[in-house]
């Protein structure tokens, strides 16, 4: 499958300033895959060692840190050569080895022409635990779940996302009805790359929702293995809370949701455990629509995504019928799926917000920053463009464009408010 992450995996690979990279992520999200993949297509060897796997290098780096020693523990591992820039050397789930993580300094300042490359699927967590980082000696990729133009290539749709991408609305407009199909099966199938390739291959709805729950198991099984004592539970009752908290109208995060009576300094650490595993991801508040954004935050006023819209509806058991054909009573969560969706698309790329009016249902969905001004976002599940919440927000702070993604087809191109449909919001508009 074809994965964005390789052309930036190939600019890296050129870049002047070229050091060791670390690639963050969680689970499943295919980063051993594409870094094997990338040193297929570029290198002549890959030299690969997953620390999980390979206990006895687990202390590799305890001795010392030097570079010539490490390398040739890594040919003597690898029976492959390290040279440099013909080898790529792949140190996968780092964080198992003692001092991993600071090495990659002494390789940036003691052996800066070896092309390196580390990952890790529980690195935000590890260095949150106090472990030396090599800030400023290493470079950052991180990988998420395939987003739907990913999704499309890799289903055989390449002509419909290369339109999607270059926004031909003559050819968007006539194949309309079947991006909507392929858009609900994204709400299905989800980002996951296992899940992708079983819906590829033969598109049996409860194979996919097989491996879609072994990932959330594997994600549960982590919470014990690698979080500490208390704080399990208090992960466990946070995740288990997620479906609960989106499927409110107003998708604040409320503690009150994940245990009768609970208070935020109860679970802060439980929450920031789950971020830092990339499992959840927040967006808040700001007190003021106001440039920049990023100075009116509220931190006390978030909404909490899960990191894939496939494994959102996994968790909540929704059935592919209910999905792709609907049900009298799939109301309200259509809209949390639609929100998740349009959240996975956007967050790679930019940082988001929303707006809440205080004391009133005036909301605005998702707010970003464009240069000097701000673009409020409206997520509609289906054709009904109706939103006097954003019509208001767009007349009251003088807004120069804003955006409403819908199922319906394009619209409104001279338009201060665009109406988008939601199989384009992750192109520029």
């Given at each position: ?8 995996l ?5 870049s002047?300033r ?35 796997e ?18 040739r ?11 440099p ?19 990659l ?7 800066p ?23 400023g ?35 968007l ?9 392929r858009l ?7 980002g ?61 995060f409320?503690?009150?949701l ?27 508040g700001?007190?003021?629509p ?13 909404k ?16 592919a019928?209910?999905?792709?054909h609907g ?35 005036q ?12 673009l ?17 927000f767009?007349?009251e702070?003088?807004i ?30």
């Amino acid at each position: 499958m074809e994965r964005k992450a390789l052309q930036e995996l190939l600019d890296w690979k050129h870049s002047k300033r070229r050091k060791p990279l670390v690639i963050e992520g969680a689970r499943q999200v295919g980063k051993t895959w594409v870094v094997k993949e990338f040193g297929k297509r570029y290198y002549e060897n890959t030299a690969y060692i997953n620390f999980e796997e390979a206990r006895h290098l687990q202390n590799l780096f305890v001795q010392d840190y030097d570079v010539d020693r490490i390398i040739r523990a890594i040919r003597t591992q690898c029976y492959v050569p390290c040279t440099p820039g013909k080898t790529l050397i792949f140190l996968d789930e780092i964080q198992e080895a003692t001092g991993g993580l600071t090495a990659l300094k002494y390789f940036q300042e003691n052996c800066p022409e070896q092309h390196v490359v580390v990952a890790g699927s529980l690195l935000g967590i590890a260095m949150h635990r106090g472990i030396s980082f090599p800030v400023g000696k290493v470079n950052f990729l991180r990988m998420y779940p395939m987003n739907f133009c990913e999704f499309l290539r890799a289903v055989g749709e390449e002509a419909l996302e290369e339109a999607v991408q270059s926004k031909d609305l003559s050819v968007l407009s006539l194949f309309h009805e079947r991006l909507v199909m392929r858009l609900k099966e994204y709400y299905f199938v989800g980002g996951m790359p296992e899940a992708v390739q079983a819906f590829k291959d033969d598109g049996e709805w409860n194979e996919i929702r097989e491996i879609q729950q072994e990932i959330l198991r594997g994600y549960e099984d982590d919470f014990s293995k690698h979080a500490e004592g208390a704080l399990v539970e208090r992960i466990r009752q946070i995740w288990k809370s997620i479906p609960s908290q989106l499927s409110r109208e107003n998708r604040k995060f409320i503690f009150g949701l994940v245990r009768e009576g609970a208070r935020a300094r109860e679970y802060e650490m439980a929450l920031q455990w789950l971020f830092d595993a990339g499992l959840l991801h927040q967006v808040n508040g700001v007190s003021k629509p106001g440039i920049p954004l990023s100075a009116y935050r509220d931190s006390k006023s978030f909404k909490v995504f899960m990191n894939d819209v496939g494994l959102l509806s996994a968790m909540t058991g929704l059935q592919a019928n209910t999905i792709l054909h609907g049900n009298d009573i799939f109301t309200e969560f259509k809209g949390a799926l639609t929100e998740q969706y349009v959240f996975q698309q956007l967050h790679e790329n930019q940082e988001l917000f929303y707006w809440s009016k205080s004391n009133s249902q005036q909301e605005v969905d998702f707010l970003a920053q464009q240069d000097d001004h701000l673009l409020p976002i409206e997520c509609k599940a289906e054709e009904n463009l109706k939103s006097k919440s954003l019509n208001s927000f767009v007349n009251e702070h003088n807004i120069r464009h804003a955006v409403k993604v819908s199922m319906k087809e394009y619209h409104g191109s001279d338009d201060i408010i665009k109406n988008i449909p939601l199989y384009m919001i992750n192109s520029r508009h």
